[in-house]
Nanobody
Framework: QVKLVESGGGLVQAGGSLRVSCAVSEQSISTYVMAWFRQAPGKEREFVAYSIPSGGTTEYADSVKGRFTIFRDNAKNTVHLQMNSLKPEDTAVYHC????????????????????WGQGTQVSVSS
């Protein structure tokens, strides 16, 4: 059973930084697209960032572009999201997701393309 476990969430003031991490077990991520999504209270889960297996291509939601960085360590089976210049509107539960490249295809922005999910880690940004 593939398992994704997030860590690193917490409470930070606006303008601060936080790094959330995702450790994957029972499946090598070297052939998987890895992504971060987030879900704020009362809202749909939304795309934040993704990374292709080699890590050579990454994309971000417009709302986080220039502030967040996704990076992965395939040898350690981990993926991280470095979040800088945090804003109160970044407050949400952040979920790690994994999907095989052939299935994610050309649409890595939707939850349906990912086979495995973590339970999430809470990130709260105070104003």
């Amino acid at each position: 059973q593939v398992k994704l476990v997030e860590s690193g969430g917490g409470l930070v003031q606006a303008g601060g930084s936080l790094r959330v991490s995702c450790a994957v077990s029972e499946q090598s991520i070297s052939t998987y697209v890895m992504a971060w999504f987030r879900q704020a209270p009362g809202k749909e889960r939304e795309f934040v960032a993704y990374s292709i297996p080699s890590g050579g291509t990454t994309e971000y939601a417009d709302s986080v572009k220039g502030r967040f960085t996704i990076f992965r360590d395939n040898a350690k089976n981990t993926v991280h999201l470095q979040m800088n210049s945090l804003k109160p509107e970044d407050t949400a539960v952040y979920h790690c997701a994994a999907g095989p490249t052939w299935y994610v295809g050309s649409n890595p922005y939707v939850t349906e393309r990912y086979s495995y999910w973590g339970q999430g880690t809470q990130v709260s940004v105070s104003s």
